[in-house]
């Protein structure tokens, strides 16, 4: 065998083996992650927020159901979902009741909706991925009024271009949430619309599913101090060394997952859960759930 075709073989074989992992290991190989983020509190305490992203559900994902229950075992005051609960029509039930166990009687939770809670994703080649944004077009209607009522028995509160205030056994948090932009045609609210009800609450939580900078700005000007977002999945696919190639928004790309600052703001991305039932990938980016830790 030359050597010309060794070398072919060998990063064949690395090639397909890099696949296995992505396809079969890590898409299911979930991660907690533990975030301490200091100056987001108006006021000396310490809040602790459970960051949930993208699960995009579908019957048969027990795996994923599992790892939300042990969630449910953590000690956080608050949850908050950006987006992108379901991955298929029909699972709009499903989806709620996956995220039961992260809420109780003293632990409120907060959702916005990605454009996956409002239609169907629609079938692409999964290399498209890393080459096209995806399609902003709508799939198959989902029924999100009825994905909403079932949140609202687990205690969550889903905000669409509005506001509320939670109470929680840390503090009262001001909460702002914007529908999803990656929709066409994008309408954002204004800031005045999501001014924070109580000014004077311990955090002035602002929400959006995806981090685009112009619904990033919306929440900084209307006096949000700390904003959490989804969507990007942290890229899906890394390079070591690199990061993220791709995040399918206008947002860098090396604030594609984790905390980083916008306007001198705290910002939050999740890498998110789960990943489009047409894209079963993920590569040097696992699926994961922040517990993030405020400070004053």
């Known amino acids: 065998m030359s050597r010309l075709l060794r070398s072919a073989v060998a990063v064949a074989t690395l090639g397909a083996g890099a696949l296995a992992y992505a396809t079969l290991i890590e898409r299911r190989w979930y991660a907690l992650r533990h975030v301490t983020l200091r100056g987001a509190l108006r006021s000396p ?5 459970l960051h949930v992203s993208d699960v ?6 027990d795996h994923r159901r ?3 229950e042990r969630l449910g075992e953590l000690d956080h005051d608050l949850t908050v979902v950006t987006g992108d609960l379901l991955g298929t029509a029909g699972a709009e039930d499903l989806g709620a009741d996956a995220l039961a166990p992260l809420t109780g009687p003293e632990r409120p ?6 454009s996956n ?3 169907g994703p629609v079938p692409k080649p999964p290399w498209r991925y890393l080459t096209a944004p995806s399609d902003r077009s709508p799939g198959v209607p989902l029924d999100t009024d009825r994905l909403v009522a079932r949140l609202a028995t687990h205690r969550y509160r ?8 939670l109470q929680t056994r840390a503090g009262t948090v001001s909460v702002g949430g914007i529908d999803d932009p990656h929709l066409e045609p994008t309408r954002l609210p204004s800031a005045e619309q999501l001014q924070p009800k109580d000014p004077d609450a311990l955090l002035r939580l602002g929400l959006v599913h995806s981090p685009y900078l112009d619904a990033l700005d919306v929440l900084c000007d209307a006096g949000y101090d700390l904003l959490l977002a989804g969507h990007t999945h942290g890229g899906q696919i ?3 060394g690199i990061g993220a190639l791709v995040n399918n928004c206008d947002l860098p790309l090396d604030q594609a997952r984790g905390p980083s600052r916008h306007r001198g703001r705290w910002l939050h991305v ?13 590569f040097a980016c696992r699926p994961e759930a922040t517990l993030i830790e405020l400070t004053a």
């Open 66 to 68: 599992r790892f939300l």
């Open 158 to 165: 889903t905000l669409i271009d509005e506001t509320t205030v």
């Open 45 to 49: 305490g310490r809040l602790r927020i």
């Open 109 to 114: 939770g907060v959702v916005v909706l990605g």
């Open 270 to 282: 999740s890498a998110g859960l789960g990943h489009s039932r047409f894209a079963p990938i993920r």
């Open 238 to 240: 890394r390079v070591p």
């Open 56 to 61: 995009h559900l579908v019957p048969g994902q």
């Open 117 to 119: 809670d409002r239609f």
